[in-house]
């Protein structure tokens, strides 16, 4: 029996969907990466398609079911993954996938998603990650990119995945997606690791720009606007209290500002579709 369950029958008329998974954990600094998904959902009305069943990839003593009461009944909110169906744009519908990464049988987790794009035509996936990074707050803060298609990456000038030592959920699914022949770019935002507290904005606000230069999916970024610059003023007036800190954010301002700028003159949305049209007259 499959974990993975369809919530209706909207899989195949999805339009070219892009998948954009996110999960809450290891790979989720400042809960920025999920945040985005929370955000693409807020600005376009989901309908939900999928649920990956928690039964057999959780330890519920680690990630507990949460109760709540609504009219007097009892809920059981499960941890469960779900994926939604997002209509932003003309060109693509955007499935997201969100939820807490899984503690167990991470290879059977990584074949349910596959199947989510296998089952919905799924053009391309984007994951999104937030990592602890060595950056100012007060500068702009950088995404990477990597892409597993050596064409792609090339294209639009991102590198190829390098990364060795221990792997989240994510490293697992990039390599179930591209052993199954579909394409997938990760996007990975810094969050500056003296401010690791949740939110983040300022940093899911990049992800979204991010997201939005590379695949052309509408994302509406830049509503995030003044939660970032609120973000910023706070973590300012908590650094200018504590001299030590103070000088070590000058430090970093300093060598970030040392640093070629990136002069991006490739339209990386064109690149995407011109790369997907390609593939699929291909096929």
């Known amino acids: 029996m499959s974990e993975l369950s369809w919530s209706n029958d909207a899989a195949s008329s999805a339009r ?55 009219e007097g009944k009892r809920i059981i909110d499960w941890p469960d993954t779900r994926c939604y169906a997002l209509s932003p744009g003309e060109e693509h519908d955007v499935l997201t996938i969100t939820g807490v990464e899984p503690h167990l049988r991470w290879r059977t987790f990584a074949e349910q998603v596959v199947e989510i794009g296998r089952e919905t035509g799924a053009e391309l996936f984007v994951t999104l990650g937030a990592a602890p990074g060595v950056v100012p707050h007060t500068r702009p803060i950088e995404v990477v990119g990597s892409a597993t298609d050596a064409e792609l990456a090339l294209r639009l000038g991102l590198g190829r995945p390098s990364y ?8 697992v699914l990039h390599d179930a997606i591209d052993s199954a022949g579909m394409p997938v770019i990760s996007l990975r935002v810094s969050v500056p690791h003296y401010v690791m507290g949740e939110p983040s904005p300022k940093a899911t606000q990049a992800l979204l720009r991010k997201l939005e230069q590379v695949t052309g999916v509408p994302t509406n970024g830049d509503g995030l606007d003044q939660q970032a610059k609120s973000w910023q003023s706070m973590v300012d007036a908590a650094v200018v209290n504590d001299p030590e800190v103070l000088s070590y954010v000058g430090e970093l301002e300093a060598t970030f500002d040392a640093k070629d700028s990136l002069d991006i003159t490739v339209d990386l949305a064109a690149e995407v579709e011109n790369f997907l049209r390609e593939r699929n007259e291909g096929n």
Do not use: C, K
Request: glycine share 10%.
């Open 164 to 171: 060795e030592g221990p792997s989240g959920v994510m490293g």
């Open 16 to 70: 070219r969907p892009i998948v954009v998974a996110a999960f809450a954990g290891y790979f989720n600094a400042g809960g920025a990466a999920t945040a985005a998904i929370d955000w693409l959902h807020e600005q376009h009305d989901p309908d939900e398609l999928a649920i990956i069943d928690p039964e057999t990839f959780f330890d519920f003593q680690q990630e507990r079911p949460q109760v709540r009461l609504v």
